[in-house]
Nanobody, 124 residues
Framework: QVQLVESGGGLVQAGGSLRLSCAASGRTFSRYKIGWFRQGPGKEREFVAGINRSGDVTYYPDSVKGRFTVSRDNAKNTAYLQMNSLKPEDTAVYYC?????????????????WGQGTQVTVSS
């Protein structure tokens, strides 16, 4: 089992940047594939980034491609989500999640473990 804790959320103006962290504890972090999701008010949970075990393959939906960058440091048991050029529509609770079996990075049902989320608010 792995426990995930997100941090780094906050209030930022449109056009600004934030870096979220996802700290893991428990089983070996490097065995897990990591995804980042968000859920805005009244919206469904949405995939925003994924990264493979070694960190050399990443996935993004078109809505954030070129603005968000996912990375990981397996030595520090931490994953990151760098968010640039933020827009008001990026306002949401952001979650990191982990899975270690076959699955689709973009599908929430693939993930076995979730953090508690961190709020990101982008003002216009």
């Amino acid at each position: 089992q792995v426990q995930l804790v997100e941090s780094g959320g906050g209030l930022v103006q449109a056009g600004g940047s934030l870096r979220l962290s996802c700290a893991a504890s428990g089983r070996t972090f490097s065995r897990y594939k990591i995804g980042w999701f968000r859920q805005g008010p009244g919206k469904e949970r949405e995939f925003v980034a994924g990264i493979n075990r070694s960190g050399d393959v990443t996935y993004y939906p078109d809505s954030v491609k070129g603005r968000f960058t996912v990375s990981r440091d397996n030595a520090k048991n931490t994953a990151y989500l760098q968010m640039n050029s933020l827009k008001p529509e990026d306002t949401a609770v952001y979650y990191c999640a982990a899975f270690d079996q076959l699955g689709d990075y973009a599908r929430a049902g693939s993930y076995d473990y979730w953090g508690q989320g961190t709020q990101v608010t982008v003002s216009s």
